[in-house]
C-alpha cells in the first residue's frame, strides 16, 4: 500500500574496530523507507554491506548509529514478525520438510494443536510445490527444493516483512527463474512487504517496485532509490517488450559500472544529495508511454 510506512531506516552506520587503527565504517548515514506491500530489492557491489544491512533490520545486528523502526516501534532484536530466507537454506537436517516447517509455526503459535500446526505448515509446503516430498530431510532434496522449504518456512510465520538475502543465488537458472516467478506471484497476492538483497539486475527488475542503490564500501552510501515504472502484472520473458525496460536497465547497470565507485567524488565536486531523502529517481525517457503507445497502435493495425 503506497504511502503506508511499515519500516523506517533512520540513519544507520556500521562500524569496526580496525586492529590499531581506529574503526572502519562500512555505511554511513543509511535512511530508507518501505511502505507495507512493497518489495524493495537492495544492489551493491560485495563488501558495500548490505548483508549487515538486513541482518540489522532482522536484529541479528545492531547498528553503530541510529535506528530502525518496524511498525511504529524501535527493533530491539529478532522477531518472528521479520522473517529471514538466507542464501543457504539453514534446514534443521534430522527433521523432514514438514518438520522444519511446522516447527517454525509452532515456534509462532505456541498454544496451536499439532493437527492446526501441521495443516498450516502444510498450506505453505504446497505453496511452494513440494506437498509430495512433505516427509524427506533435506539431503533428499535438491538445492531448489531445500530453498523452496526456507520459502515456505519463512511464510508460514505470515510475517509483517520477509528479508531474503540473495535467496536464488546458488541456483541453477531455471529453477532461479521458476522460484522468483513463485516468490512474486505469492508477494503480489498476499501484498507481502519484502526487503531483498541480489546482485541480480534483471531479478531486481523482475521482482522490485524499487531498487535500492548502494554505492562501494566502504563509507557506503545509499545513492539513490530508484522507482520500477514497468507495470506490476509483468512477465519474466516478456521484460525486455516492456516500454521503459532497457532504461532502467541501463541505469542500474551504469551505476554498477561507473557511479557505485564515483559518487563519493561526485559529492566532493558538490553534487545535492541529502543522505535523509535520497532522491527516487524514474529512469524512464518521456518517449516510454509514447512508444507504447504507438507499438500498441501498430500492433493493432496490423491485427486488423
Ligand atoms: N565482524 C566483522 N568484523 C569486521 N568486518 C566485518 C565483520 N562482518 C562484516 N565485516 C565487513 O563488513 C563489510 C560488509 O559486509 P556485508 O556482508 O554486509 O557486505 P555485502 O554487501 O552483503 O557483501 P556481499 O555482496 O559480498 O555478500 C565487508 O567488508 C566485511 O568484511
Redesign the pocket.
Known amino acids: 500500500m503506497p504511502g503506508d510506512r511499515l519500516i523506517s531506516i533512520e540513519g544507520i552506520a556500521?562500524r569496526?574496530p580496525r586492529k590499531g587503527e581506529g574503526e572502519?565504517t562500512?555505511?554511513e548515514d543509511l535512511w530508507l523507507s518501505i511502505d507495507r506491500g512493497e518489495f524493495v530489492c537492495i544492489i551493491?557491489?560485495?563488501?558495500?554491506?548490505?548483508?549487515?544491512?538486513?541482518?540489522i533490520l532482522a536484529g541479528l545486528d545492531t547498528p553503530s548509529a541510529g535506528v530502525v523502526i518496524v511498525d511504529g516501534k524501535e527493533i530491539d532484536g529478532p522477531s518472528l514478525d521479520r522473517a529471514v530466507i538466507f542464501q543457504g537454506h539453514a534446514l534443521l537436517p534430522w527433521m523432514s520438510v514438514l518438520g522444519n516447517v511446522a516447527y517454525a509455526v509452532s515456534a509462532r503459535h505456541p498454544k496451536w494443536s499439532r493437527a492446526k500446526v501441521r495443516e498450516h505448515a502444510m498450506r505453505f509446503i504446497e505453496l511452494v510445490g513440494l506437498g509430495a516430498a512433505a516427509n524427506r530431510r533435506p539431503a533428499e532434496l535438491s538445492g531448489g527444493m531445500k530453498q523452496r522449504v526456507g520459502i515456505a518456512r519463512a511464510l508460514s510465520l505470515e510475517p509483517k516483512t520477509l528479508l531474503m538475502?540473495?535467496p536464488f543465488s546458488a541456483l541453477d537458472a531455471l529453477t532461479r527463474g521458476t522460484l522468483q516467478d513463485e516468490v512474486r506471484r505469492i508477494c503480489v497476492t498476499s501484498d507481502q512487504t519484502v526487503l531483498m538483497?541480489t546482485?541480480d539486475v534483471d531479478e531486481a527488475i523482475y521482482l522490485a517496485d524499487k531498487i535500492v542503490l548502494?554505492t562501494n564500501?566502504?563509507g557506503?552510501r545509499v545513492a539513490e532509490v530508484v522507482k520500477n515504472t514497468l507495470p506490476r502484472e509483468r512477465l519474466r520473458g516478456e521484460l525486455h517488450r516492456l516500454p521503459g525496460y532497457y532504461e532502467l536497465r541501463n541505469h542500474l547497470m551504469d551505476f554498477l559500472v561507473t557511479r557505485s565507485a564515483t559518487f563519493a567524488q561526485e559529492l566532493e565536486n558538490g553534487l545535492e544529495w541529502d543522505a535523509r531523502s535520497p532522491p527516487l529517481v524514474q529512469p524512464v525517457s518521456d518517449a516510454a508511454p509514447a512508444l507504447a503507445q504507438a507499438i500498441e497502435t501498430e500492433t493493432g493495425r496490423t491485427a486488423s
Open positions: 556500521r569496526y572502519l562500512i555505511f551493491g557491489h560485495s563488501g558495500c554491506g548490505k548483508t549487515t544491512v538486513l541482518n538475502d540473495e538483497i546482485h548502494m564500501g566502504p557506503a
